[in-house]
């Protein structure tokens, strides 16, 4: 465990903490929409149960739900992520290929196993491009990513002029493996084992191909089946359009994810992955529909955390740190003992 800066011990006071996460967010937005061309947009808290438009993530995690009084008590949902009401709203807006729209998603996932890099509430900027069919490719893809990683590397260098005591930790560039590669260098190791070594090795990394069956006959980790494309092929060798965004955080010495993306899945995707997952059933709800009907972009997206990106740039050991939540009295006693100040 390294020691934390001195301007890190000076930041525990809440006020001032508050002060440098707003002061991250708002270079990192900054950069991100330079980047990748983007116009914030604002985003819903709830949206309608049955329709399809909530992301249910790896298929097991229940959103909050509720009865409207107004409409019949018809239930509705907290959004768990934007993954396809932003798809929705590239269609409303008529954006042509290139231009691309982002905004502040603010979730609650009440099924999380509350940690220091977990808790009820997720913060992210949820970002969503118009593509055209030719873009469908790993290298466009990987162009995106760069362009993230361009952002995250520029906010870093930032906060390092303004908290002179923050000092940069990430590599000039990001490493493209696929988990594929990743199973077959390290084939004892559990997914967050084999993350922590390439992280470590390389400092900053996209994992390639999240959610689709790898030679062992498992995945690395869990995707919806209608969101991401991790089922196209990349190379005789691999698949995936998605991945991940992972660093090594030297605070907390483990692999540390900032960010979820991918090619969104089209037509004909959708109903292969639907059927990998036996979840048919979904083809007919109202997102679906669209998108099966051809009604729908072709786009690119993902998420990026915000409290996630503020915890490892400020250098914190507990994502409670730089966000508000709610706590079990043992994480609030452990984090007591620690010094560590939850917000």
């Known amino acids: 465990m390294i020691t934390l800066p001195t301007t890190i011990k000076t930041l525990s006071a809440k006020l001032q903490t508050e002060e440098a996460v707003h002061f991250t967010k708002m270079c990192f937005e900054k950069q991100l929409t330079k980047e990748l ?75 999380e196993e509350l940690g220091r890099l977990h808790s009820i509430f997720v913060d992210q900027w949820d970002w969503e491009k118009v593509i055209s069919k030719e873009d469908r490719s790993l290298e466009f893809l990987k162009e995106k990513v760069k362009a993230i990683y361009t952002a995250l590397k520029r906010t870093e260098s930032r906060l390092s002029l303004e908290y002179p005591d923050l000092k940069a930790v990430l590599p000039e560039k990001i490493t493209f493996i696929h988990s594929e590669e990743l199973l077959a260098r390290y084939p004892h190791l559990s997914p967050k084992e084999r993350e922590d070594m390439a992280a470590k090795e390389f400092g900053a990394i996209f994992l390639i191909g999240i959610g689709g069956e790898l030679a062992h006959g498992e995945f690395h980790d869990g995707r919806a089946p209608d969101y991401d494309d991790w089922s196209t092929p990349t190379s005789a060798e691999t698949k995936g359009l998605n991945g991940d965004i992972i660093v090594w955080n030297p605070v907390l010495e483990q692999a540390f994810e900032i960010s979820s993306m991918g090619i969104r899945v089209d037509p004909e995707t959708l109903r292969k992955q639907l059927k990998i997952r036996a979840a048919g059933d979904r083809s007919e709800l109202f997102y679906h529909r669209q998108l099966l009907d051809g009604e729908l972009p072709q786009t690119i997206g993902g998420g990026i955390g915000q409290s996630r990106l503020c915890m490892f740039l400020l250098q914190k050991q507990h994502i409670g740190e730089v966000q508000a939540s709610i706590w079990p009295d043992a994480i609030r006693a452990d984090c007591a003992e620690k010094g560590i100040c939850l917000l």
């Open 37 to 111: 061309a983007l116009t914030k947009i604002s985003a819903p808290a709830i949206v309608l149960k049955g329709t399809g438009i909530n992301d249910d993530l790896n298929g097991v995690e229940r959103p909050v739900s509720f009865p409207i009084k107004s409409m019949q008590e018809r239930p509705a949902e907290v959004v768990q992520s934007l993954a396809k009401w932003k798809r929705l709203r590239l269609k409303e807006y008529d954006l042509p290929e290139g231009q691309g729209i982002f905004t502040d998603m603010k979730a609650l996932r009440p099924d």
